[in-house]
């Protein structure tokens, strides 16, 4: 029985920190068990107010891996905004291709299980890769028992306990409540991601609460299906954080596309009511309050870690006001046989965050110089234009008072982006006036998510921009827009 073994590693969580961590460690030898506890959803919300095909009784609950990011994350928002780009390309840009769709029509049900089926199909992925690198999957909640020793309240009724050697805790985040908007994903009327993810009908109008990350890929996707979407900003600005320069044309974009945005105001109350959700909003440094009705509002103004039921108080490892359990540099918690990262520590809210530190922390343990370089940390808003950053922005180089050269060229001056009519956004790469060394690059374009790789691998080799201004890039290629942004920030471009 798995209860007598004796593991080298304990993972609490199945997502991308904790699933990665546990293969990695399997890897290099150690005897590894992932506990997870979500249960595979049925089908979609819509679905489950149905009648079940099959007597309930006849069903064995399945357990799902790959945390918020595969189940309600990452995956299923880029199939519901590839889908969703599709449409969008369908009705307003095959035209300027002279191709000619009639009737182009939308069936939700049916974009909702396409994107079922991607999540089902990657989920299940990772339970092959548990199989293949010999990680034993418990389907269940875990609870620190002792430093050595985690309690499992299975799924289907019935408990183990674990003696491990190291417990890796990588629980995740959860969204954060935001008290004037009560959130109700099955009533689908106020919604957190997870409910923007499985709405029932495409809504006719929408507010969006807060305009970070996943409330601009979430406001995208039911824009282009045809929501009137309005995004309600307490900030001056969106995407908090974000070279200011890069914001700005990111916001003129949006609102090219249609989306509408109030900035500086604080919303106040939402309300369901009959003819709508009831939202009252103010300008947040005071003054009159306005109503609106919306169909829908999302609330997405960010997530918190998750570490409810954990047990960290049997432990007394502690967390901070924010909720962050407290680690050193190689994650380990004050009881030294226990980890965290991912979501659960501090940083971005990342999955490919959470991947890096869950193998640097395995590494660790295993003996070897785990390490993760946060300066090198990627992030993407995969909206149309994506938006794709790296390193510091220029702001940051100011406050650090250090003397940087700016690098930019427009897509609108690249062929391919010309060629293929999708030539909005620009590349900048801000670079260290004294050596040239890479610091950043920020970019705004038709697949900016892809090419952010290159301003990553560069800065992880301490590239200079001369170094990929002098490097061979394919014709025609969107990838030559960032090597004339270096050859701009080390001597002149050609095409611009
Ligand atoms: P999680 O993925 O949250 O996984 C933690 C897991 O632990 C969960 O499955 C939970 O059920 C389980 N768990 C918790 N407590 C216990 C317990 N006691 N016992 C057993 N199991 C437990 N990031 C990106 O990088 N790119 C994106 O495009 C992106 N898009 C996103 C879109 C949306 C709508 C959302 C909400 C998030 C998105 N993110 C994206 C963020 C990304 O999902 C997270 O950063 C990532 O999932 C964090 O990984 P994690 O392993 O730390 O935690």
Known sequence: ALSSERYDVVVVGGGPGGYVAAIKASQLGLKTACVESRAARQSTLRDAAAPPTRPVATRRSRGTLGGTCLNVGCIPSKALLHSSHLYEEATKHFKDHGIVVNDVKVDLDKMMANKASSVDSLTGGIEFLFKKYKVDYLQGKGTLQGPNSVGVALNDGGAETLDAAHILLATGSEVSPLPPCPVDNAGGRIVDSTGALDLKEIPKTMAVIGGGVIGLEMGSVWRRLGTKVTVIEFLDHIV?????????????????????????????SA??????????????????????????????TGRRPFTEGLGLENLGIETDKLGRVQVDEHFRTKVPSVFAFGDVIDGPMLAHKAEEEGIACVENIAGFAGHVNYDAIPGVIYTHPELATVGRTEEQLKEANIEYKVGSFPFSANSRARAVGDSEGMVKVLTDAASDKILGVHIIGPNAGEMIAEGVLGMEYGASSEDVARTCHAHPTLSEAMKEACMAASSQPIHF
Request: glycine share 10%; proline share 3%; hydrophobic share 40%.
């Open 271 to 300: 309300e369901v009511a009959e003819e709508g959700v009831a939202l009252t909003h103010a300008p947040a440094k005071g003054g009159d309050a306005t109503t609106d009705h919306f169909d829908v509002v999302l609330v997405a």
């Open 240 to 268: 908090p954080g974000t070279d200011k320069d890069v914001g700005k044309t990111f916001l003129r974009l949006l609102k090219k596309q249609g989306m509408k945005f109030k900035l500086k105001t604080a919303v106040q």
